[in-house]
C-alpha cells in the first residue's frame, strides 16, 4: 500500500488549505484513514480520522469545526480540509491507512494504522 500526500504549502493564518491522500496498491483494502501531524521536537499527534465505510470520523479537540476530513472512495482518497488556520498549526501532516482486519474500536492513535505516507509540510505564518 503506497499513500501519497498532497497539498501542503505556506499560508497566512486564517487562510484555507486542502491536503489530499491517494491511497493505491495492487489490493488496496482499508479499513479507515487517518491524518496527524508532527512539529519538530514533540511526537506525531492525532488529527482525524474516517471510516472508509459509513465516513464516521474522529477529531482531536483543538480541530473540531475548523478542519474537515471527507472520503472520495471511488478514488481512494482521503481530504483534510483545514480552515481558520493558524501558526500552531504549522506540522508535517501525514495520512495513514487501517488495513481491513485491523480490530480494535480505537482510531485515534498511531498503532491503529499500519501504512503511513510520507508527509507534507503545513506553514502557517502570522
Known amino acids: 500500500v503506497q499513500l501519497q500526500a498532497s497539498g501542503g504549502g505556506l499560508v497566512q493564518a486564517g487562510g484555507s488549505l486542502r491536503l489530499s491522500c491517494a491511497a493505491s496498491?495492487?489490493?488496496?483494502?482499508?479499513?479507515?484513514m487517518g491524518w496527524f501531524r508532527q512539529v519538530p521536537g514533540k511526537e506525531r499527534e492525532f488529527v482525524a480520522a474516517?471510516?472508509?465505510?459509513?465516513?464516521?470520523?474522529d477529531y482531536t479537540d483543538s480541530v473540531k469545526g475548523q478542519f474537515t476530513i471527507s472520503r472520495d472512495n471511488a478514488k481512494n482518497t482521503v481530504y483534510l480540509q483545514m480552515n481558520s488556520l493558524k501558526p500552531e498549526d504549522t506540522a508535517v501532516y501525514y495520512c495513514?491507512?487501517?488495513?481491513?482486519?485491523?480490530?480494535?474500536?480505537?482510531?485515534?492513535?498511531?498503532?491503529?494504522?499500519?501504512?503511513w505516507g510520507k508527509g507534507t509540510l503545513v506553514t502557517v505564518s502570522s
Open positions: 495513514a491507512a487501517r488495513g481491513a482486519y485491523h480490530g480494535g474500536s480505537s482510531y485515534t492513535t498511531e498503532s491503529d494504522y499500519d501504512y
Open positions: 496498491g495492487r489490493t488496496f483494502s482499508s479499513r479507515a
Open positions: 474516517i471510516r472508509w465505510s459509513g465516513g464516521s470520523t
